[in-house]
């Protein structure tokens, strides 16, 4: 083979890995986006503990039939997975930001209430954050208040 | 109540804030006696920490008195003197009960869980409470201290309040250090940083045995007060090759185990420094990893390093092959306070542990943005402004 055909070759099959990784990872992060993964925490304690009767933690009851739970033993002796997904659909795209902007994104009120459940279960009681210091309001579309509340999923109350 | 709020980058005034409640059975209210800054407190003051907020109440170092408990407190009632651990605790989830307190799945109830940012959640704590919890700092004349069976310490009748303070944060960062890192007897300790947290790890060394422990730092106030105060040797590293330095002080060999207590203001050392264009370039703390590579690469074969400093971002320039080539164990940790605060009151009791020293300027709370000036630009010697809110 010439040196030219190879090098041609050899930049169509990189071009070709590229695209691939490209087109893969995009629609790899949109499958995940659309799944509906068990959110799951481990509680220090046994199952006949954190579900007395069969019964669920308080935080979670609250979120009714609107979501599904999964209870196990922890390995180790590191006590019991927690587990729970809505069932409703996630939603997607401009959708999916709004609702988690608005903190209405189901997986976030489903994540709180497996860490209030754990947190009730563990100490005896949900842990609430300090009123905030001063009111005054944090200027318009400043990042770091966004982002927090994005990722934590939880709100001051 | 009167308290210090972060305004802004570089801005800090006293405000008048509403006064804390009662908001869990396991809380109680504290009223401040004593409150020191600390070093993790500068990266937040340049406003290019973690997020914080206008309105923001810091501060995490304090001591004082109960004035108030929740129905479910035991240990403590109104007129305790106590000291506060900086980290908030639970004490039952599975990190605190195997003393992996800072690792507290339960004291982070606040926004921004640090579970997404790390891949794990990690304990709440006073004076961040945009980004560590939602908790309120201790520059202020009451605090809301949650789980006040936890993280609330008795100071013992025998300990100066001045020492008492330190066993907040500062104390037990050093001894996590000290501990985590491995010393054992006969040990030799570099420690980097003469801050009040390098001193604490210095001496923490120490009291665990080792028999050489060698501090770094660049200010002749703080290697004197070292070498005076905790009885370490020292290194000015503007004078020395530090790893060279290291390795002749210690038979070739290098220290046993490494402590870094500097953070991210890391200074460069010995080497030429960049022009200042190119460092404008590449950024503030484009290379602030200088005492922990100096560290890895000082360390002895098998050895240990441990990083107390408090680094917010990812992290280039790191000399990764050495930790496997020279078999090194590399961790790091936030203070895990409960698990060490009784037994360093009993030592500063018995005159073993003394950190009154470090507090170089005490002042009232309305003077702290200026005590926090003084403490960012170490000028006039200051390695801890204390204020006194009630003075
Ligand atoms: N892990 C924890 O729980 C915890 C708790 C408290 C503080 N910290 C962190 O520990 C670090 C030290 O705290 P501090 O209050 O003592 O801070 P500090 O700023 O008072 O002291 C840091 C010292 O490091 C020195 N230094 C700078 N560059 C150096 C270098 N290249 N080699 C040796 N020394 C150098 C400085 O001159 C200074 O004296 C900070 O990063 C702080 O955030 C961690
Ligand atoms: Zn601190
Ligand atoms: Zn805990």
Same mark, same amino acid.
């Given at each position: 083979?010439?040196?030219?055909?190879?090098?041609?070759v050899t930049l169509g099959?990189?071009?070709?890995?590229?695209?691939h990784r490209l087109w893969s990872s995009r629609e790899r992060a949109r499958a995940e986006r659309r799944r509906i993964r068990w959110q799951v925490v481990t509680i220090n304690r046994r199952p006949e503990e954190v579900m007395p009767e069969g019964r669920l933690p308080e935080p979670l009851a609250r979120l009714g039939e609107s979501i599904e739970v999964q209870v196990r033993d922890a390995p180790g002796g590191r006590g019991t997975e927690l587990g729970a997904r809505p069932h409703a659909r996630i939603p997607s795209g401009v959708e999916e930001v709004m609702a988690r902007l608005g903190g209405e994104d189901p997986r976030q009120a489903v994540r709180r209430a497996l860490r209030e459940s754990k947190c009730l279960i563990e100490t005896g009681e949900v842990l609430r954050a300090d009123? #905030?210091?001063? @009111?005054? *309001? +944090? #200027?318009?579309? @400043?990042? *770091? +208040?966004?982002a927090a509340r994005r990722a934590g999923g939880e709100e001051r109350r | 109540m009167k308290a210090l709020c972060w305004r802004g980058p570089g801005e800090l005034s006293v405000d008048r804030v509403p006064d804390p409640r009662i908001l869990n059975d396991q809380d109680a209210i504290v009223k401040v006696t004593l409150s020191a800054t600390c070093g993790s407190d500068l990266d937040l003051l340049g406003g290019h920490g973690p997020a914080v907020r206008p309105g923001d109440v810091i501060g995490h170092e304090f001591l004082g008195e109960v004035v108030e408990v929740g129905q479910g407190v035991r240990r403590h009632r109104p007129g305790d003197r106590v000291v506060v651990c900086s980290v908030i605790g639970c004490g039952r989830c599975w990190h605190c009960e195997r003393d992996m307190w800072s690792l507290c799945e339960n004291s982070h109830p606040g926004p921004g869980a640090?579970?997404?940012?790390?891949?794990?959640?990690?304990?709440?704590?006073?004076?961040?409470?945009?980004?560590?919890?939602?908790?309120?700092?201790?520059h202020a004349e009451y605090v809301r201290v949650p789980f006040a069976d936890q993280g609330a310490f008795r100071v013992p009748d025998g300990v100066a309040e001045m020492d008492a303070l330190f066993a907040s944060d500062a104390a037990p960062t050093g001894w996590t250090g000290a501990h985590l890192g491995g010393v054992r007897p006969g040990d030799t300790v570099a420690v980097w940083g003469c801050g009040a947290v390098g001193q604490l790890a210095a001496r923490a060394a120490m009291l665990l045995g080792a028999e050489r422990v060698i501090a770094?730092?660049?200010?002749?106030?703080?290697?004197?007060?070292t070498e005076r105060h905790i009885g370490a040797e020292t290194i000015d590293y503007t004078r020395s090759d530090v790893?060279?330095?290291?390795?002749?002080?210690?038979?070739?060999?290098?220290?046993?185990?490494?402590?870094e207590a500097v953070g991210p203001e890391g200074a460069a050392t010995g080497r030429p420094r960049l022009p200042g264009r190119i460092r404008r370039r590449i950024g503030p703390g484009a290379d602030h990893l200088v005492a922990v590579r100096e560290a890895v690469r000082a360390c002895r074969t098998g050895g240990s390093v441990f990083v107390l400093g408090v680094f917010a971002g990812l992290a280039d320039r790191f000399p990764l092959g050495m930790i496997m080539d020279k078999g090194l164990t590399l961790r790091g940790a936030r203070q895990h306070g409960?698990?060490?605060?009784?037994r360093l009151l009993e030592l500063m009791g018995k005159g073993e542990l003394r950190a009154a020293h470090l507090a170089t300027h005490v002042m009232t709370l309305q003077e702290a943005p200026r005590g926090y000036e003084l403490f960012r630009t170490r000028r006039d010697g200051c390695v801890r402004a204390v204020f006194r809110p009630w003075a």
């Open positions: 083979m010439k040196r030219g055909a190879l090098a041609a099959a990189l071009g070709a890995a590229v695209t009123e #905030p210091a001063a @009111r005054r *309001p +944090a #200027p318009i579309g @400043r990042p *770091p +208040a966004v | 640090s579970g997404d940012r790390w891949g794990g959640d990690t304990a709440g704590m006073f004076g961040y409470p945009h980004a560590m919890g939602g908790f309120r700092g201790g770094i730092d660049r200010h002749p106030e703080r290697l004197m007060m790893p060279a330095d290291l390795r002749e002080r210690t038979g070739g060999r290098g220290p046993d185990v490494c402590v409960q698990h060490y605060i009784p």
